[in-house]
């Protein structure tokens, strides 16, 4: 446990220790990895939170922000990741709380931080976790609108379900925010969010593979930076600079080819300054093509024009079902949708190896860990499971283990050359 005065050292410690690393990693210079770089820090900044009013929070990634944004606000993330956010709570919740849902309470109850006496909180219900801390904001007095996510998707009545919710949430929101909601605003906010998400895939499409040119944790530290910016168009604009850049240099520089066996992170989400396992790693000499967790379907969630038509309850109700149909949070019984686009990735990228994060108390994560496990195996793909928190105590012990994976996936690359020969 973190002393009191030690926690809000503690906090800008690990931020700055995070954007140093990722600076540490990155070879080539990128001047447009400065703005994803600010972003982080700014968002972070005492200074910054003190002056933020938020009008509309959403906890976690489980809610479409297009519904959001249509409704007259810009939504303020809250989705963890901070070691000295979490010591925040630790009045407030059991020790063995998940680090996730301790980090989100620690940043409502920050000192100094962004004023939230006046903020609607957006909470989805996708672990129990999530629940206990809706119950605790509201014996706060915190306004709050809860939205339950239907487990079961095989329910015929699972998605109508859904679809109400998002018609009572964006009902809720505008009369908070006092601003009729309007076909133009659902229209533009549905275009707006989607050219960000269309910019956001093309990025990781683009520099996947290629960390001779932009490192493995900046890549990570542009999807995270979607949930910290302050303006989402100019947020948007910055990530086609990049991919522009890389694109060129990609053109420029012939990929040698890669020596380091290539993993994927799935489970628990990794959310920046909490880098330990992606640093790992980079450490042990993998390269990491991707992260795969609860928001990894996001950019499938894409708008046209000619597709929102009709009226307003009718484009709400579409943007739901189309959501719904990607949510991979953990909140379901069976993930299928997460399941079916693993189920590509592994047909159509060289995934070597898997490294199954599960962050202590977020046990909803193991359930679909022995059908992943299956699903891996018809493909000879090794898995790796660590559970871990948000401590760094266990560093050593979890890089002395995947030092071990490492050198498994290493010599099986070799079993491969030599089978080919």
């Given at each position: 446990m973190i002393r009191k005065n030690d926690r809000t050292g503690v906090y800008a410690g690990?931020?700055?220790?995070?954007l140093n690393s990722i600076m540490s990693h990155q070879e080539k210079y990128l001047p447009e990895i400065k703005y994803f770089l600010d972003t982080e820090y700014t968002w972070s900044s005492s200074k910054t939170k003190s002056q933020q009013r938020p009008?509309?929070?959403?906890?976690?990634?489980?809610?479409?922000?297009?519904?959001?944004?249509?409704?007259?606000?810009?939504?303020?993330?809250?989705?963890?990741?901070?070691?000295?956010?979490?010591?925040?709570?630790?009045?407030?919740?059991?020790?063995?709380?998940?680090?996730?849902?301790r980090s989100i309470l620690g940043y409502i109850h920050q000192p100094d931080g962004a004023d939230f006496s006046e903020s609607l909180f957006i909470i989805p219900i996708t672990s129990d976790s999530m629940r206990k801390i809706a119950y605790q904001l509201k014996a706060e007095g915190r306004k709050i609108c809860l939205v339950d996510v239907p487990p079961d998707r095989s329910d015929d009545r699972a998605k109508e379900k859904w679809q109400r919710q998002m018609m009572d949430m964006v009902e809720t929101?505008?009369?908070?925010?006092?601003?009729?909601?309007?076909?133009?605003?659902?229209?533009?906010?549905?275009?707006?969010?989607?050219?960000?998400?269309?910019?956001?895939?093309?990025?990781?499409?683009?520099?996947?593979?290629?960390?001779?040119?932009?490192?493995?944790?900046?890549?990570?530290?542009?999807?995270?930076?979607?949930?910290?910016?302050?303006?989402?168009?100019?947020?948007t604009y910055h990530v086609q600079l990049l991919t522009a850049n890389v694109t060129d240099m990609a053109s420029r520089y012939v990929n040698a080819g890669n020596n380091r066996p290539n993993v994927v992170i799935m489970g628990s989400p990794i959310a920046f300054p909490n880098y330990k396992i992606p640093f790992l790693v980079h450490d042990v000499g993998l390269t990491l093509?991707?992260?795969?967790?609860c928001s990894a379907l996001k950019h499938e969630v894409l708008h046209e024009r000619n597709s929102l038509s009709g009226s307003c309850e009718s484009m709400i109700r579409n943007i739901a079902s189309l959501w719904y149909d990607r949510d991979a949070s953990s909140a379901f019984v069976?993930?299928?949708?997460?399941?079916?686009?693993?189920?590509?990735?592994?047909?159509?990228?060289?995934?070597?190896?898997v490294v199954y994060h599960v962050l202590k108390?977020?046990?909803?994560?193991?359930?679909?860990?022995?059908?992943?496990?299956?699903?891996?195996?018809?493909?000879?793909?090794?898995?790796?499971?660590?559970?871990?928190?948000?401590q760094y105590q266990d560093v050593e012990q979890l890089r002395i283990r995947l030092e071990a994976f490492s050198e498994m996936l290493t010599q099986n690359r070799y079993k491969e050359v030599r089978k080919a020969k």
């Open positions: 690990e931020y700055s220790d995070t009008s509309v929070v959403i906890l976690g990634t489980g809610i479409p922000e297009e519904l959001v944004m249509a409704a007259g606000t810009e939504p303020y993330w809250l989705i963890g990741g901070s070691l000295g956010s979490a010591a925040w709570s630790d009045e407030l919740v059991p020790r063995d709380t998940d680090p996730v849902s929101i505008s009369a908070h925010t006092r601003k009729r909601i309007k076909k133009d605003n659902i229209e533009a906010a549905a275009l707006r969010v989607s050219k960000a998400r269309c910019a956001l895939s093309t990025f990781l499409n683009v520099s996947r593979g290629r960390s001779d040119i932009i490192c493995d944790d900046a890549r990570l530290l542009v999807q995270d930076s979607y949930y910290r910016t302050a303006n989402l168009d100019e947020w093509l991707d992260t795969i967790d069976r993930n299928n949708a997460l399941f079916e686009y693993i189920s590509r990735l592994v047909r159509n990228r060289d995934i070597e190896g108390g977020q046990i909803e994560y193991d359930f679909e860990l022995e059908r992943f496990e299956a699903l891996f195996s018809k493909y000879n793909i090794p898995v790796f499971r660590l559970e871990t928190d948000y």
